[in-house]
T-cell receptor
Framework: EPEVTQTPSHQVTQMGQEVILRCVPI?????FYWYRQILGQKVEFLVS????????KSEIFDDQFSVERPDGSNFTLKIRSTKLEDSAMYFC?????????????FGQGTRLTVV | AQSVTQPDIHITVSEGASLELRCNYS??????LFWYVQSPGQGLQLLLK??????LVQGIKGFEAEFKRSQSSFNLRKPSVHWSDAAEYFC???????????FGTGTRLQVFP
């Protein structure tokens, strides 16, 4: 069964460092998403991406964040200068169509710890 | 404000017992409603979804959910729980004009033999 794959599963970084979280979406999907979950809190939408452009983003997704599809298979989330409050589980998702009506398939998450 | 509330943080049931996980939502437009499950080390897996039509929807793994507009609820049910159902369950709401899903904080289900 096709799945969304995220690497690494756990990343520890020092405050102020740049991190790149990587995702391989399902191969024929065209819509990509990032969500995050701070420990004990809700899963929160960060951004959606289609046709090499951001479709929608939340207020969390500020200038410190960027997304990219550098090649035909990867989808990345970059945090330029990490803060302690960026520590969270980051989920990548992909779907075959736009909007909430189309099922989004989620990866297993990358746990980011900023120290 | 748009939000999802899952009042139960942690539920424990015996194997074979029935289960109901509560979800209430607040959403300004016609809601699309979802239940996801997350097993340890796994991603979020869609159990079922409601867009329109029959308010009782069937999902995978024997789960069902009922949309009650008057109560702004979308509770998840299963008549007989199996030990493998132990996981975290998330309710989410979305809408027509948005990619964004709004999630609840989740309910952790523990199943005793």
């Amino acid at each position: 069964e096709p799945e969304v794959t995220q690497t690494p599963s756990h990343q520890v970084t020092q405050m102020g460092q740049e991190v790149i979280l990587r995702c391989v979406p399902i191969s024929n999907h065209l819509y990509f998403y990032w969500y995050r979950q701070i420990l004990g809190q809700k899963v929160e939408f960060l951004v959606s991406f289609y046709n090499n452009e951001i479709s929608e983003k939340s207020e969390i997704f500020d200038d410190q964040f960027s997304v990219e599809r550098p090649d035909g298979s990867n989808f990345t989330l970059k945090i330029r200068s990490t803060k302690l409050e960026d520590s969270a589980m980051y989920f990548c998702a992909s779907s075959g169509g736009q909007g909430a009506r189309t099922e989004a398939f989620f990866g297993q998450g990358t746990r980011l710890t900023v120290v | 404000a748009q939000s999802v509330t899952q009042p139960d943080i942690h539920i424990t049931v015996s194997e074979g017992a029935s289960l109901e996980l509560r979800c209430n939502y607040s959403y300004g437009a016609t809601p699309y409603l979802f239940w996801y499950v997350q097993s340890p080390g796994q991603g979020l897996q869609l159990l079922l979804k409601y867009f329109s039509g029959d308010t009782l929807v069937q999902g995978i793994k024997g789960f069902e959910a009922e949309f009650k507009r008057s109560q702004s609820s979308f509770n998840l049910r299963k008549p007989s729980v199996h030990w493998s159902d132990a996981a975290e369950y998330f309710c989410a709401v979305g809408g027509y004009n948005t990619d964004k899903l709004i999630f609840g904080t989740g309910t952790r289900l523990q199943v005793f033999p």
